[in-house]
Protein backbone atom coordinates (compact mmCIF):
# COMPACT_ATOMS: atom_id res chain seq x y z
CA UNK A 1 0.00 0.00 0.00
CA UNK A 2 2.91 2.21 0.00
CA UNK A 3 2.93 2.45 -3.39
CA UNK A 4 -0.13 4.89 -3.18
CA UNK A 5 0.66 6.39 -0.06
CA UNK A 6 3.50 7.91 1.08
CA UNK A 7 5.46 7.65 4.55
CA UNK A 8 5.52 10.52 6.32
CA UNK A 9 8.73 11.54 7.52
CA UNK A 10 9.30 13.42 10.44
CA UNK A 11 11.41 16.77 9.33
CA UNK A 12 14.13 18.25 11.20
CA UNK A 13 12.54 21.61 12.60
CA UNK A 14 14.13 24.68 10.70
CA UNK A 15 16.13 27.04 12.39
CA UNK A 16 13.51 30.55 12.18
CA UNK A 17 15.71 33.25 11.16
CA UNK A 18 16.48 36.28 13.48
CA UNK A 19 13.77 39.16 12.52
CA UNK A 20 16.54 41.83 12.84
CA UNK A 21 18.68 39.89 9.73
CA UNK A 22 15.68 39.84 7.20
CA UNK A 23 14.91 43.85 8.32
CA UNK A 24 18.86 44.15 7.04
CA UNK A 25 18.67 44.49 4.04
CA UNK A 26 15.44 47.25 3.90
CA UNK A 27 17.44 49.28 6.22
CA UNK A 28 20.88 49.40 4.21
CA UNK A 29 18.88 50.14 1.18
CA UNK A 30 16.58 53.14 2.79
CA UNK A 31 20.32 54.79 4.17
CA UNK A 32 22.08 54.53 0.61
CA UNK A 33 18.95 56.17 -0.51
CA UNK A 34 19.15 59.12 2.17
CA UNK A 35 22.74 59.49 1.15
CA UNK A 36 22.40 59.49 -2.43
CA UNK A 37 18.76 61.04 -3.27
CA UNK A 38 17.05 62.63 -0.12
CA UNK A 39 20.34 64.43 1.54
CA UNK A 40 21.66 66.18 -1.64
CA UNK A 41 17.93 67.10 -2.80
CA UNK A 42 17.98 68.89 0.40
CA UNK A 43 20.83 70.58 0.22
CA UNK A 44 20.13 71.58 -3.27
CA UNK A 45 16.58 73.25 -1.92
CA UNK A 46 18.26 74.46 0.94
CA UNK A 47 20.92 76.70 -0.85
CA UNK A 48 18.27 78.04 -3.65
CA UNK A 49 16.30 78.95 -1.34
CA UNK A 50 18.99 81.05 0.61
CA UNK A 51 19.91 82.08 -2.77
CA UNK A 52 16.39 83.30 -3.58
CA UNK A 53 16.08 85.29 -0.15
CA UNK A 54 19.00 86.97 -0.69
CA UNK A 55 18.04 88.73 -4.29
CA UNK A 56 18.83 92.33 -4.43
CA UNK A 57 18.18 94.92 -7.30
CA UNK A 58 21.15 95.06 -9.79
CA UNK A 59 21.59 90.93 -9.32
CA UNK A 60 22.15 89.19 -12.70
CA UNK A 61 19.87 86.06 -12.87
CA UNK A 62 18.48 83.10 -14.94
CA UNK A 63 14.96 82.09 -14.79
CA UNK A 64 13.72 78.38 -14.83
CA UNK A 65 12.60 79.14 -18.49
CA UNK A 66 15.88 80.77 -19.18
CA UNK A 67 14.88 84.39 -19.48
CA UNK A 68 18.60 86.17 -18.68
CA UNK A 69 18.21 89.86 -16.84
CA UNK A 70 18.81 92.26 -14.20
CA UNK A 71 16.81 92.99 -11.48
CA UNK A 72 15.20 96.22 -11.10
CA UNK A 73 11.85 95.76 -8.58
CA UNK A 74 12.23 92.75 -5.72
CA UNK A 75 8.64 92.42 -4.03
CA UNK A 76 7.84 89.69 -1.48
CA UNK A 77 6.74 87.33 -4.20
CA UNK A 78 7.57 88.72 -7.69
CA UNK A 79 11.27 90.33 -8.96
CA UNK A 80 11.16 92.39 -11.92
CA UNK A 81 13.59 91.77 -14.50
CA UNK A 82 14.99 93.98 -17.73
CA UNK A 83 15.92 91.38 -20.52
CA UNK A 84 16.16 93.85 -23.15
CA UNK A 85 16.41 98.16 -23.31
CA UNK A 86 12.98 99.10 -22.57
CA UNK A 87 11.76 95.36 -21.80
CA UNK A 88 10.84 94.70 -18.22
CA UNK A 89 8.83 91.33 -17.35
CA UNK A 90 7.84 90.33 -13.85
CA UNK A 91 8.51 86.70 -12.92
CA UNK A 92 8.17 84.93 -9.48
CA UNK A 93 11.32 84.99 -6.96
CA UNK A 94 10.78 80.92 -7.21
CA UNK A 95 11.45 81.05 -10.70
CA UNK A 96 15.30 82.22 -10.18
CA UNK A 97 17.60 79.21 -11.05
CA UNK A 98 20.44 80.97 -10.86
CA UNK A 99 22.60 83.84 -9.94
CA UNK A 100 25.36 85.22 -12.54
CA UNK A 101 27.87 87.13 -12.17
CA UNK A 102 27.84 90.66 -12.49
CA UNK A 103 28.60 91.86 -16.57
CA UNK A 104 27.25 88.52 -17.69
CA UNK A 105 25.03 90.20 -19.86
CA UNK A 106 26.68 93.24 -21.85
CA UNK A 107 23.37 94.43 -23.60
CA UNK A 108 21.86 95.36 -19.65
CA UNK A 109 24.62 97.54 -18.72
Not at 52 to 69: C, I, Y
Not at 89 to 97: G, L
Amino acid sequence: MSFFISDALAAAPEAQPDPIMSFLPLVLIFVVFYFLLIRPQTKRAKEHKKMVEGLAKGDEVVTSGGLLGRITEVGDNFVQLKIAEGVEVKVQRQSVANLMPKGTSKELQ
